[in-house]
């Protein structure tokens, strides 16, 4: 056996391991500023105990696990006797007693002290009926488990609590057993809540929201923002905001260490406010999608290459829909986020950045056309207006090279597009060549050591025939 050769080819093995493994750095972020005005969280029906006139108790039916009832008692003569209740996207009425008129998604009745009246409603897909709706879309439920979209309650004043552990928000419930860990940033308390069927390490997570947090200073941060974390997939998507409000849903196994980072993207959408300005609805999920990958790279989650390659393969993306017209399509997801990277790289040449922008964008109800005048206002030329309104208005494949920050950048774009399966190549080379190494020595090896003991055997043979 060639000793030096077999440690060659463990010294290669050796060496492919952690190149397969290799963490990127962490580069500077752009902003660091913890949320310092947050607006309250919305409390509609007030989650827990409390004093109102009307206790509603919720649980998870036990014939069918995907329908929630709540169960509702008027401890006392309400101020307002009327109760409204309004069942949002992703609920469906399966029956109810004691009011006086349902119809639809809504029902109300007129309410006095010792009233009892009963609401079950079943989860259903969202479909696509608002502008970050998707098609397919659900909430979830288990065999003993269920996150589900809390009901609207106006009129008489209304609590909510669960009839066994759970947590209540105010636009997102969770029934079941769970555990929760909280971090605090600034004016905002981030929780996240884990259902006890789902297998999730906290830490790595909620470090990545707080920095999220830290990093983008842009629009109204809410006090609490809750995270449910799934633990089956929700069809369609790996998670989901209703309507930038400040409860998510999320499945559990969703990446973190991706130029996606769904965990991001959907914090981010508790950030914006609605974009429905002419050909700007399309900044929802291109903003979101952008600050993921940002922030990522940020974070030291992925490497410069890696945010390029998403960039590139992005830009690769063949449109069946006009960005400015898009809403959740395909489109503003890929081709709005390199749109925006691009815009961020040139604005950060002249001492800006894209948040300052956004934040604009967040306060002032706009148009793309005040959105290109917010860009002109910080330094941007006519060229780069003129390259950006080509791809918003006239359907232009946007060109990500300006805004990539790796030293592989010059490769060709369908080839950097396939950085993640490039990278693996040489890990994957050298570890080969080493086994190849390391498993012909160790044969030969195993040969000699074969060939020793038949040569004992035969003269031990030799020895018995001469006795």
Not at 80 to 102: H, K, R
Not at 364 to 374: I, L, M, N, R, V
Request: glycine fraction near 8%; aromatic fraction near 8%.
């Amino acid at each position: 056996m060639n000793t030096y050769r077999l440690l060659f080819g463990l010294l290669l093995v050796a060496i492919a391991i952690p190149l397969a493994t290799l963490q990127p750095a962490v580069i500077p972020s752009q902003t660091a500023t913890v949320p310092q005005q947050c607006q309250p969280t919305p409390d509609r029906p007030v989650a827990g105990g409390g004093d109102a006139a009307i206790s509603g108790t919720v649980a998870q039916a036990t014939e069918n696990q995907s329908i929630v009832e709540i169960n509702y008692t008027a401890r006392e003569q309400p101020f307002l006797d009327e109760l409204y209740i309004t069942l949002p996207p992703g609920a469906t009425l399966v029956n109810q007693s004691g009011f006086d008129s349902a119809g639809g998604q809504s029902l109300d009745a007129r309410v006095q002290r010792g009233d009892q009246l009963t609401l079950r409603y079943a989860l259903t897909k969202l479909g696509r009926a608002g502008a970050t709706a998707f098609e397919n879309m659900s909430y979830v439920a288990g065999s003993d488990w269920v996150i589900a979209p809390t009901p609207a309650h106006n009129g008489a004043d209304t609590t909510l609590q669960p009839a066994g552990s759970g947590v209540i928000g105010a636009n997102m419930l969770y029934l079941g057993n769970y555990t929760a860990q909280t971090r605090t940033v600034g004016c905002q308390n981030i929780t996240l809540v884990v259902p006890a069927a789902a297998d999730l390490d906290p830490k790595p997570k909620l470090d990545s929201l707080s920095g999220a947090a830290r990093s983008v200073s842009v629009g109204s941060a809410y006090s609490t923002v809750r995270i449910f974390a799934s633990p089956q997939p929700i069809t369609a998507v790996g998670g989901f905001v209703p309507r930038s409000q400040n409860n998510i849903l999320i499945e559990a196994d969703a990446p973190l260490r991706s130029a996606e980072n769904p965990w991001v993207h959907e914090y981010i959408h508790t950030r914006q406010a609605v974009y429905e300005g002419q050909n700007f609805t399309w900044f929802q999920e291109a903003s979101a999608t952008y600050y993921a990958a940002r922030l990522s790279l940020e974070q030291g989650l992925i490497s410069s290459a890696a945010y390029d390659a998403a960039l590139a393969q992005n830009a690769q993306y063949d449109p069946s829909t006009d960005l400015a017209t898009a809403n959740a399509e395909e489109v503003a997801y890929r081709w709005g986020a390199v749109v925006l990277a691009r815009l961020d790289a040139a604005l950060i040449q002249r001492g800006h950045t894209l948040a300052g922008v956004f934040d604009t964008v967040n306060r002032e109800g706009t148009t793309y056309a005040d959105f290109e005048a917010q860009l002109a206002q910080r330094g941007l030329n006519d060229s780069q207006l003129n390259e950006t309104r080509a791809t918003v208005l006239d359907g232009d494949r946007p060109d990500p090279a300006p805004a990539y920050t790796s030293q592989w950048q010059w490769l060709p774009r369908p080839l950097l597009a396939q950085w993640p399966l490039l990278l693996m190549v040489p890990p994957f080379l050298l570890g080969v060549i080493g086994s190849i190494l390391v498993g012909d020595e160790l044969s030969t090896w195993f040969d000699a050591i074969r060939g020793a003991e038949r040569e004992d055997s035969a003269e031990d043979d030799t020895t018995a025939d001469d006795d």
